[in-house]
């Protein structure tokens, strides 16, 4: 009897020690800001691999409307792609403030304050994972109807930040016109 709860024992001792291991390495970080201009709730989840030296970028995960990005950093597909490529995986959550349209999200204009809280999230990443160079790392877009939305606004608003984008349908669209900055980010609609 005492053979088996020995064997138990060393198991379950090695299975916490290759949990414990595998956590060790990567992080994960939360951030939320305060109400602004054009939100209401603004909510952050960052995840950092645990093989990167220097993070190349931060791929940012924007869902639909109103919608809560911030578990997308947990699914293997993305951690695969971003341990491969050394990124930073940020996951929103961005909510309206209620206005008479709910069906137009306002938080996708991100000249109006939502773009800010995304870049003091950031700041507030780099400070805490002690990785500085999130704090001006080139970002990917990855976003789906008002996600979509905002990606293509960010790039239009802060062009020299983002690297790529892509909108999964997007509707309503602040910006009419790119700056010629903006017409050259790589871009999939």
């Excluded at 220097?54 to 951690?79: C, E, F, H, M, Y």
């Excluded at 780099?126 to 877009?141: I, M, N, V």
């Amino acid at each position: 009897m005492s053979n088996i709860i020995t064997r138990v024992a060393g198991r379950t001792a090695f299975l916490l020690l290759a949990l414990c291991a595998n956590s060790a390495h990567s992080q994960t970080f939360d951030v939320a800001l305060p109400s602004g201009k054009n939100y209401d709730q603004a909510q952050f989840r960052m995840w950092v691999p645990e093989n990167a030296q220097t993070i190349k970028a931060a791929l940012v995960l924007v869902p639909g409307s109103n919608g809560d990005g911030r578990d997308q950093v947990d699914t293997a597909l993305w951690r695969d792609f971003a341990t491969e490529q050394q990124l930073a995986l940020v996951g929103v959550y961005m909510t309206d403030k209620l206005h008479d349209d709910m069906f137009i999200e306002h938080y996708v204009n991100v000249a109006q304050g939502s773009g800010d809280a995304l870049l003091d999230a950031l700041t507030q990443f780099a400070g805490r994972s002690d990785r500085p160079e999130l704090g001006s790392a080139p970002l990917l877009f990855w976003g789906m109807s008002a996600g979509g939305e905002y990606n293509y606004e960010f790039a239009l608003w802060r062009p020299e930040r983002v690297a790529a984008f892509v909108v999964n349908k997007g509707g309503i669209y602040y910006s009419a016109l790119a700056s010629k900055e903006a017409r050259q980010v790589p871009g999939l609609f």
